[in-house]
């Protein structure tokens, strides 16, 4: 659809809606005056002129109001020129991203104006013709938004400066603004006399007459107000999503516009405009500035808009990038003590695997100085280093005196201790390491019951003395979609570790690999053996498909923002089964919203 | 005069009306396509006047990135004389290939510039360098804008000219298609503001 098209689709929708709003004006004066009839008919008459009179008046007075166009409504909203000679900072980068979308759109450029002191999250355009149009912006979007967001937003007001919208937008709040003026007058009068009421505190008083006068007034015109907001809602909802297309168009980059509405979410932000006009000019802005009205929202849902501007669109990584959306992870010493806290992703997290950092290498340096000298002597030798791992998986009749020695370790420590005590175990001959894992698996199962603890060792164990343990593994399935099932498994596992009651950490990690589960595994399913052999064909996965296995597993396990130490063991175990090994730092607390 | 007389002379006047609005609708479009031109040659001034600032501010703290800023200063300069042959010559394809190759390496060496700047926080912390930043990013996007927006005109302007009916008189009222900008490093030029400094 051109730009001719387009206007001349706006003239049309101009007809109809004169022809609405005089359905409507009937509506309210008859309301009103069927209210006079139950009396008179000559009084149903006298107020029916009254009403339809003051509705008249109103509506040409606000249409005389807005001959200046978008200067009046920009006065109306208390917003105030953004002078290019003295803009702060932040407002020359409004001016230069509003530069830069009339470039693109050859539109000339419009004056800026800014709503200060005012914290939402919003803007309009205002004004009859391209020539003459204006721009207001609340301080909010300008601070809380990105360049790149503020660019698609101003994208989004310049659509509606090139469709012709503007102008109905202009005669539409005009129009609309005498329909709810009896009924917003009486909601003022109720309001005030309710206030002046309770100061004064008797009953019966003239101020609680008014109340009640008011309030029966409101009542009466209340068809007039939800007409309003019904033929607010028709003209306003369907221009919205086109303007959000035309915005890519301009920018051509369809993250500005789905990022800042995404923002808007993720930032909490409000977007209802306090100033007392708002309500009436609620259909020009660039989000909802007033609440929903009985259904007739003036704009559709969020969720709604960023879906059809771009069906694509990665949320959870936009705001890992946008916002920073991190955990914070210890690094923890041999001792448990943090000694450092880093933030991390979960994007992070994966991205980590197989690039220890300087931090990852201080940890087990600091962990081996911390042990006692003992234990350390322990772990050189192979026989000594199987009790090390025996005393681990806490079967001390096995460990002998080093048991008490792994028991005074911290909780953080077990894995890593585990792994250094494993390339002892590892120089031994085959045979030897199948020996050793025959016997650690019997007394894993011995008491018929594997705690988690057990399974990780386990796991880890048998991931690292495995025949042709490290050496590449050959692919036997190309798609995770061939062994579904076995990824739910093992993903449902990780919820139940993560304490995962309401199935909600599931769902952040099926999101990720969109199999279309709404539920995890039934519990039963959930056995040791069953996992160890989902894991096993899960090994077998071709390598491209893994990060986004690993990654699931890591968002449900972050999902309430919180790493512990179990789940991170568990991660551990399964990244190094999928032979991805992950740095063993990990272990936890709370994530949120940089702002 | 007899009716067939009349009927010639109605279908000329319609055949005439129609090739008016043609021509109308035509010249039209192909002013945008100049209006664009000349925006992009804007933009390009005020990237060519921006940059003496910019480098003028951080001389102080790059005195270790003599390389980086000394390639700036060159790829300036060159752009600058390739804009005055580009311009002394209008429509000589080799000075518009010579201007856009000039410009896309202004924009590569700037967007190493910019990238400098991350591992400098004193110089990300001075505000009137943060300034230049901002008008740099701006700049870049216009630029980029501008070739966008000439290239949609350009757009528009062809495919009106090869649909019917347009296409019938089109040669013969001497309109003839125009170029599209290629892009010649366009990318690495949109790239180059998205270099923030958080």
């Known amino acids: 659809m051109d730009f001719f098209e387009q206007q001349e689709r706006s003239r049309s929708t101009s007809r109809w809606l004169v022809l609405w709003y005089l359905v409507a004006v009937a509506l309210t004066v008859a309301s009103y005056a069927a209210v006079g009839a139950l009396l008179s008919w000559r009084l149903a008459g006298a107020i029916a002129v009254l009403v339809a009179v003051c509705i008249l008046w109103v509506s040409a007075y606000r249409m005389w109001q807005f001959r200046e166009g978008g200067h009046a409504v920009a006065d109306l909203l208390g917003a105030s020129y953004v002078d290019p000679e003295r803009a702060s900072p932040a407002e020359r980068k409004l001016l230069n991203v509003v530069d830069e979308m009339s470039i693109a759109s050859g539109v000339s450029v419009p004056p800026v104006y800014v709503i200060r002191r005012e914290d939402a999250v919003n803007a309009l355009v205002a004004g009859y013709s391209p020539n003459e149009a204006v721009i207001v912006v609340t301080a909010g979007a300008v601070e809380k938004l990105s360049r790149d967001e503020l660019q698609g937003v101003m994208g989004h007001e310049f659509s509606h400066i090139l469709n012709g919208d503007m102008a109905l937008n202009l005669r539409l709040a005009a129009l609309l603004a005498g329909l709810t003026w009896v009924g917003d007058q009486a909601e003022r009068l109720f309001f005030a006399s309710a206030r002046a009421q309770r100061a004064a505190g008797d009953e019966g008083s003239p101020a609680a007459f008014a109340a009640v006068f008011a309030a029966a007034v409101a009542f009466i015109g209340f068809p007039g107000t939800l007409a309003a907001s019904a033929i607010r809602a028709a003209v306003s909802r369907q221009r919205e999503f086109l303007a959000d297309a035309a915005s890519v168009q301009f920018t051509r980059h369809a993250d500005s516009i789905a990022g800042a509405l995404d923002s808007i979410v993720a930032l909490h932000a409000r977007t209802a405009v306090l100033a007392a006009n708002a309500p009436g000019l609620a259909h020009m802005f660039f989000a909802p500035a007033v609440g929903t009205w009985f259904g007739f929202a003036t704009h559709p849902p969020i969720d709604e808009r960023i879906r059809r501007v771009h069906p694509r669109f990665q949320r959870e990584d936009y705001r890992v990038r946008r916002h920073g959306r991190r955990a914070e992870v210890a690094v923890l010493d041999g001792a448990g003590n943090i000694v450092k806290n880093v933030r991390m992703a979960p994007a992070g997290v994966v991205a980590s695997v197989g690039r220890p950092t300087r931090e990852h290498l201080d940890f087990s340096r600091r962990l081996l100085e911390s042990l006692p000298p003992r234990l350390r002597q322990a772990l050189r030798s192979a026989p000594e280093a199987e009790r090390v791992l025996y005393a681990l998986g806490g079967f001390s009749d096995r460990a002998g005196d080093l048991a008490g020695d792994v028991r005074a370790l911290a909780r953080q420590s077990v894995l890593m201790l585990a792994e250094l005590a494993l390339p002892a175990v590892k120089a031994q001959p085959q045979s030897q390491r199948d020996r050793f894992l025959t016997e650690f698996a019997s007394l894993v199962e011995r008491d018929a019951r594997v705690t988690l603890n057990e399974f990780v060792l386990l796991t880890l164990l048998r991931q690292r003395l495995r025949e042709g343990a490290g050496e590449p593994i050959a692919a036997r399935y190309r798609k995770l979609g061939e062994i579904a099932e076995d990824a739910r498994t093992l993903l449902s596992l990780v919820a139940r570790v993560s304490g995962d009651a309401s199935g909600k950490a599931f769902a952040a990690g099926a999101r990720v690999l969109e199999l279309g589960w709404d539920a995890p595994s039934e519990g039963e399913k959930l056995t040791s053996a069953s996992v160890s052999a989902s894991l096993e064909r899960l090994r077998l996965l071709a390598p491209f498909a893994k990060p986004a296995l690993l990654r699931a597993c890591v968002e449900t396990a972050m999902a309430d923002g919180r790493l512990r130490v179990a789940e991170a063991e568990l991660l551990r175990a399964i990244a190094a089964t999928l032979d991805c090994p992950v740095p063993p730092l990990v272990a936890t607390f709370q994530t949120g919203v940089d702002e | ?198």
């Open chain 2, 1 to 198: 005069m007899g009716t067939e007389f009349i009927v010639l002379l109605v279908i000329v006047g319609v055949i005439a009306l129609v090739v008016i609005g043609i021509y109308n609708g035509l010249i039209g479009r192909r002013n945008r396509i100049d209006e664009a031109l000349a925006q992009i040659q804007v933009q390009l001034k005020r990237r060519h006047d921006l940059i003496p600032n910019l480098v003028e501010s951080v001389k102080g703290y790059l005195q270790h990135e003599r390389q980086t800023l000394d390639a700036v200063v060159q790829a300036r300069g060159s752009a600058v004389s390739a804009a005055q042959r580009a311009l002394a010559a209008p429509g000589d394809p080799a000075a518009m290939q010579g201007l856009a190759q000039a410009e896309g390496a202004l924009g590569g060496a700037l967007g190493r510039l910019v990238a400098l700047f991350e591992n400098y926080p004193d110089l990300k912390a001075n505000e009137s360098v943060a300034t230049l930043q901002e008008e740099l990013t701006s700049t870049e996007n216009k630029v980029a804008f501008a070739r966008q927006a000439y290239n949609d005109s350009v757009m528009q302007y062809n495919t009106r000219l090869e649909s019917f009916p347009d296409n019938l008189f089109a040669r013969l009222l001497g309109f003839a298609p125009a170029e599209l900008l290629q892009a010649t490093e366009s990318a690495d030029q949109r790239a180059a503001p998205k270099v923030s400094l958080r």
